[in-house]
């Protein structure tokens, strides 16, 4: 949230958490007021989304930082937003990396421990967001930070666990049913669907919609109408 997308107001209605971004991949301070205030008018839950300093990409594409830049980067967006919600008296509830440093994270395990020691060095009350299974997980359990394993509801998967890279032609979920579908099975079985059809299992603490998406309040909306049908209970953390 807050990357300058229109379906903000909307979508924060239906969510119960929200990553706001921190100005490195797109927002501003501006922007994170708007959206801060947002959120509490709709009792969401406020996280931290830092990402790379990389605008013109959105965030998204690979850099080979050192872990020490890593710590500083994270932990300057965190503090800045931490700022924001310090002028409306909220409590900032989590921090979820953004984009190509939430993927290189999963993977490497210096990277995650990198974000983990940042976190912790800022507050180590925040849950940090990583996705299910992954080293972000298992570095900041180490780190003795709280988690939450995350599920894409938009987004294929490899075998591995890992999300389908976005290079790739059916890396992306389209259709709301197909989303709603996947999210369901995600929560209540435990397991997702591979593009190659494997069975992969997993844990599902929070299922991430991207607010960029140009589909995403109709994702949304039939996520939530799908969750409570099948009596699963909505909630931050």
């Given at each position: 949230m807050g990357e300058g997308y229109p379906d903000d107001v909307e979508l924060m209605?239906?969510?119960?958490?929200?990553?706001?971004?921190?100005?490195?991949?797109?927002?501003?301070?501006?922007?994170?007021?708007?959206?801060?205030e947002l959120a509490l008018a709709n009792g969401v839950a406020i996280g931290a989304h830092p990402g790379y300093q990389d605008r013109e990409n959105f965030g998204r594409r690979p850099m080979a930082l050192s872990?020490?830049?890593?710590?500083?980067?994270?932990?300057?967006?965190?503090?800045?937003?931490?700022?924001?919600?310090?002028e409306f008296d909220a409590a900032l509830h989590h921090v979820k990396p953004h984009g190509a440093l939430y993927n290189q994270a999963a993977k490497d395990e210096e990277l995650a421990a990198a974000i983990a020691v940042a976190v912790k060095?800022?507050?180590?009350?925040?849950?940090l967001y990583g996705l299910s299974g992954s080293h972000l997980i298992s570095q900041a359990e180490l780190a003795g930070l709280r988690t939450?394993?995350?599920?894409?509801?938009?987004r294929t998967y490899a075998t591995d666990g890992t999300?389908?890279?976005r290079s790739e032609a059916n890396a992306l979920i389209t259709n709301a049913?197909?989303?709603?579908?996947?999210a369901i099975r995600m929560v209540a079985d435990g397991s997702v669907l591979s593009t190659s059809g494997e069975v992969v299992p997993?844990?599902?603490e929070t299922i991430c919609i991207h607010g960029d998406g140009p589909h995403a309040l109709e994702f949304a909306t039939s996520i939530r109408s799908a969750l409570e049908t099948n009596k699963i209970t909505i909630r931050a953390l």
């Amino acid at each position: 949230m807050g990357e300058g997308y229109p379906d903000d107001v909307e979508l924060m209605k239906l969510i119960s958490s929200a990553s706001i971004a921190c100005g490195y991949h797109a927002g501003d301070v501006d922007t994170m007021r708007r959206t801060v205030e947002l959120a509490l008018a709709n009792g969401v839950a406020i996280g931290a989304h830092p990402g790379y300093q990389d605008r013109e990409n959105f965030g998204r594409r690979p850099m080979a930082l050192s872990a020490t830049a890593v710590i500083k980067i994270v932990r300057e967006q965190i503090a800045m937003i931490q700022r924001v919600c310090n002028e409306f008296d909220a409590a900032l509830h989590h921090v979820k990396p953004h984009g190509a440093l939430y993927n290189q994270a999963a993977k490497d395990e210096e990277l995650a421990a990198a974000i983990a020691v940042a976190v912790k060095d800022v507050d180590d009350r925040l849950i940090l967001y990583g996705l299910s299974g992954s080293h972000l997980i298992s570095q900041a359990e180490l780190a003795g930070l709280r988690t939450a394993s995350e599920v894409f509801a938009d987004r294929t998967y490899a075998t591995d666990g890992t999300l389908t890279p976005r290079s790739e032609a059916n890396a992306l979920i389209t259709n709301a049913s197909a989303a709603a579908e996947q999210a369901i099975r995600m929560v209540a079985d435990g397991s997702v669907l591979s593009t190659s059809g494997e069975v992969v299992p997993l844990k599902a603490e929070t299922i991430c919609i991207h607010g960029d998406g140009p589909h995403a309040l109709e994702f949304a909306t039939s996520i939530r109408s799908a969750l409570e049908t099948n009596k699963i209970t909505i909630r931050a953390l």
